[in-house]
């Protein structure tokens, strides 16, 4: 009973949790990753990574519009969110493919390293546009890579 006392207090008629109760709930809540079923995933999306090279490796992800970073998992039923950038960086982002007009592109140049985008449209055919990844291809142009970038530097780095 003490053991319990300790850890809620009764405060006039209100219970407040203890600071090292609180602490533990954010920790962990905090190292949680939040899953997505791959059926759950809307239409629309931003898609991209890349691969290739002596081990043929490959990652993948997709940005939502509500702001999610999903790393995409081949046949796995579910997905890991591992990042949310927000809804407002992430409607820039979807603005940034409009004005540079990426779903009108086609280009499929891929080298022993590849990087691409993938456009997912409802009601629409994706479009992909994959590139020479070692730098060596000069004819994609610095939008598409730029953009790749931007993209990329949302991804959390590996520990």
């Not at 997505?36 to 992800?61: D, M, R």
């Not at 982002?93 to 997912?120: C, E, Q």
């Amino acid at each position: 009973m003490k053991f319990y006392n300790s850890l809620l207090r009764f405060q006039q008629g209100s219970v407040s949790v203890s600071f090292p109760i609180l602490c533990f709930l954010f920790f962990t809540l905090s190292a949680c990753q939040h899953k997505i079923a791959t059926s759950a995933l809307p239409k629309n999306q931003i898609v991209f990574g890349g691969g290739g090279g002596f081990t043929g490796a490959s990652y993948e992800y997709s940005l939502l519009q509500d702001g999610r970073l999903v790393a995409i998992q081949r046949d796995s039923a579910t997905q890991k969110v591992i990042k949310n950038i927000g809804k407002k960086k992430a409607a820039s982002l979807y603005a940034a493919v409009d004005s540079m007009r990426l779903n009108t592109w086609l280009y499929n140049v891929p080298g022993n390293i590849y990087h691409f985008i993938i456009l997912k449209q409802d009601g629409k055919k994706d479009n992909k546009i994959v590139w020479d990844g070692s730098g060596n291809d000069k004819s994609i142009p610095e939008l598409a890579e730029g953009f790749y970038k931007k993209l990329m530097a949302e991804v959390p780095k590996k520990k």
